[in-house]
């Protein structure tokens, strides 16, 4: 089973921009597509950006342009690099596999995105 643990996340005006990252252990992470998720109050969990094992990347109309997932095989690493930040995207961010196999998620990352 995998384990994730988020971190990155913060408060950051309107704008602006952070880098997010999940570190994966536990599997053979390589081997799985993996995405970066979000849940704003109120909300359903919703798949925001997914990348295969070979690289290849999809977004979601509301990030694309903006967002920018990419992984690092050899260190276990997903990372979500986000810039023109809109307050409609503040949310708790988690990764996980795409699609999601029903195994356990991280503790997530809180975004914040006001001024």
């Known amino acids: 089973q995998v384990q994730l643990v988020e971190s990155g996340g913060g408060l950051v005006q309107p704008g602006g921009s952070l880098r997010l990252s999940c570190a994966a252990s536990?599997?053979?992470?390589?081997?799985?597509?993996m995405g970066w998720y979000r849940q704003a109050p109120g909300k359903q969990r919703e798949l925001v950006a997914a990348i295969r094992s070979a690289g290849s990347t999809n977004y979601a109309d509301s990030v694309k342009g903006r967002f920018t997932i990419s992984r690092d095989n050899a260190k276990n690493t997903v990372y979500l690099q986000m810039s023109s930040l809109k307050p409609e995207d503040t949310a708790v961010y988690y990764c996980n596999q795409v699609p999601w196999l029903g195994g356990s998620w991280g503790q997530g990352t809180q975004v914040i995105v006001s001024s």
């Open positions: 536990g599997s053979i992470f390589s081997s799985y597509a």
